[in-house]
């Protein structure tokens, strides 16, 4: 059973830099995309940013140049640095990830194309 566990969430002022971080276990495959999701009060959830299996990124527009996802293979983490943060940043963020047995997965922005979650992590931007 796959486990996402997401840590590095709090407040901060406008400006300010988080990282956040997803503890990753239980893969069958080694061969997995991850993703970060956020979800603010009475919005739906949107992609922020992926990483592919062969670690090709995409990210939304209202993050690019802003944040970077990374992942290390060895300890299964993936990351998600955020700089020069906003209010409208404001959410609970989401890890989630997808495996498959051969081939490559291409880094996605829909929530759809992933069945496994962590149970997010609270960021809150200040003006």
């Known amino acids: 059973q796959v486990q996402l566990v997401e840590s590095g969430g709090g407040s901060v002022q406008s400006g300010g830099s988080l990282r956040l971080s997803c503890a990753a276990s239980g893969y069958t495959y080694n061969n997995y995309r991850m993703g970060w999701f956020r979800q603010a009060p009475g919005k739906e959830r949107e992609g922020v940013a992926a990483i592919g299996s062969a670690g090709s990124t995409a990210y939304a527009d209202s993050v690019k140049g802003r944040f970077t996802i990374s992942r290390d293979n060895v300890v299964n983490t993936l990351y998600l640095q955020m700089n020069s943060l906003k209010p409208e940043d404001t959410a609970m963020y989401y890890c989630?990830?997808?495996?498959?047995?051969?081939?490559?997965?291409?880094?996605?922005?829909?929530?759809?194309?992933?069945?496994?979650w962590g149970q997010g992590t609270q960021v809150t931007v200040s003006s």
């Open positions: 989630a990830s997808a495996s498959t047995a051969w081939g490559y997965l291409l880094p996605r922005l829909q929530a759809s194309e992933y069945p496994y």
